[in-house]
């Protein structure tokens, strides 16, 4: 299936340049967002809950900080980036009221809309623009003239330009200039989902402490499992990410190379791929999104006995030891 991919000369950035934005919440998206829309000559305004640690920090780097009330009441378009379990409170309480014909409600990430936890009026513009990289790499590739590449939706076009405004948004925070990918909201909520379980965040962080538990329970010091299950990882995906796997292998020796044809399949295995397909089917019927916003609605009881787990693994600890010797890692 062919994607549409759009570069800054498929972009009329006037379009951007001439609505009033209201960024709500100033966490990893929201910083970004705000400042290169700013940077891009862009009217901009962040709306933050009273009493926000961030204000301080929004208006330090030269923004506007309002109310959340009054920056929806006054933009055109309104990007909501306060975290996902919070945003159906958020838009029913705080910005609903102040939505008027004509505006655009935009995201960046479809969870609420696709899963129906949030229902705009007909008469707004629905759009996405969700950048494919965490927020402080947004931030560091716009300023370093580089840019994340977005996923630009549009779930509903009140005015006729929800595309139009969507793309140029999507120029605004710098996207363009690596490529504006042209999807849905289904898709790119499906597969946002499905690539931070399965691969990214979920695959990956298991991954690295299976491999570290395999060595260590087998007598092999946590330091040298530390660096060969966990610190080389960075290098071998920096070559597949300049390069592609053809030049990581390449780069690696012919043992490493055979090593990997031969285990690779071993780990991910039929049984993993059966797993990946489970989680799929789980997040397309909306039974995933339930669960976390059950888990959200008590607490985040689960979410926090996890988080506890994993920050204190001897994987942790041993990673925090390491890394300050590391003379290039900050603080
Ligand atoms: P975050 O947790 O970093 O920041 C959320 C911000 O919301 C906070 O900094 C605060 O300013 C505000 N906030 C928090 N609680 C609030 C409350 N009760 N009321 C009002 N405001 C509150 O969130 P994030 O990771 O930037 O995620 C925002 C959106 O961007 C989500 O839809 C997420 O899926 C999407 N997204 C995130 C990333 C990422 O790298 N983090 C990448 C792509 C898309
Ligand atoms: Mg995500
Ligand atoms: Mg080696």
Known sequence: MAVEILYEKDVNPEVIQGMKVAIIGYGSQGHAHALNLKDSGVDVRVGLRPGSK???????????????EDAAEEADLIMVLVPDELQAKVYKEQIAPHLHAGNTLA???????????????????VIMCAPKGPGHIVRRQYTEGSGVPDLACVQQDATGNAWDI????????????????????????EEDLFGEQAVLCGGLVELVKAGFETLTEAGY???????????EMKMIVDLMYESGIHFMNY???????????????????????????????RIQDGSFAQE???????????????????????IEITGEKIRSMFSWIKK
């Open 166 to 189: 969507a793309l140029s948004y999507a120029w605004g925070v710098g996207g363009a200039r690596s490529g504006v990918i042209k999807s849905t909201f289904k898709d790119e909520t």
């Open 251 to 281: 780069s690696i020796s012919n043992t490493a190379e055979y090593g990997e044809y031969y285990a690779g399949p071993k780990v991910i295995n039929e049984q993993s791929r059966a797993a990946m397909k489970e989680l799929l089917a």
């Open 54 to 68: 961030s204000a301080a920090a929004a208006e330090e780097a030269g923004l506007k900080v309002m109310s959340i």
């Open 221 to 231: 010091p946590e330091e040298l499992a530390y660096f060969e299950c966990y610190h």
């Open 107 to 125: 995201f960046a990430h479809g969870f609420n809309i696709h899963f129906g936890y949030i229902q705009p009026p007909a008469d707004v513009n």
């Open 292 to 314: 976390f916003v059950d888990d959200c609605n008590n607490g985040h009881k689960w979410l926090l006995e996890q988080r506890e787990a994993i920050n204190t693994h001897p």
